[in-house]
Every structure is written in C-alpha cells, then in structure tokens.
C-alpha cells in the first residue's frame, strides 16, 4: 500500500471534518462547504493540519465552531 502524499492527507481531513460537521449540525455537504468558504474553514483546517488531526473529534468540531463564531463575530 503507497504512503499517501501530505496533500492527500490534508484532502481526507478536510473531507472527515465536512462529513462530521454536517453530521453533527444537520446540515447538508454543499451547506457546510459553504459554510466554510464564507469563514475560511477550509484554508484554517490546511493550514493548521498537523496540529488539528491529532485531536479527537469532539475537539476538531469544536475548534471549527469557535473558529466560524469569532470570524462571524468580526464581520
């Protein structure tokens, strides 16, 4: 089995975090993607990567909550 690429890891994050989100809130997979477009999730979960997926779940969803609440806050 090849090792993925960190850019593949990062994708299968993303794509966890999108799934588990929508999950926990109720939403849809195309209301989350633009949920996190609008507050800049996506570019927040690339970048803090390899700090972000050594957390459990329940940690991952509420950081991306506090995260989108403090961008909504400033806007």
Do not use: N, P
């Not at 975090?17 to 809130?25: D, G, P, T, W």
């Not at 633009?34 to 570019?43: A, P, Q, R, S």
């Amino acid at each position: 089995m090849e090792k993925k690429t960190e850019s593949e890891e990062k994708l299968l994050f993303t794509s966890f975090c999108i799934e588990e989100y929508k999950a926990q809130h109720g939403l849809t997979g195309e209301d989350v993607v633009k949920l996190f477009e609008k507050y800049g999730v996506t570019d927040y979960l690339m970048a803090g990567f390899d700090v972000l997926h050594t957390l459990g779940r329940k940690m991952i969803l509420a950081d991306i909550d506090k995260f989108i609440e403090t961008r909504r806050r400033k806007k």
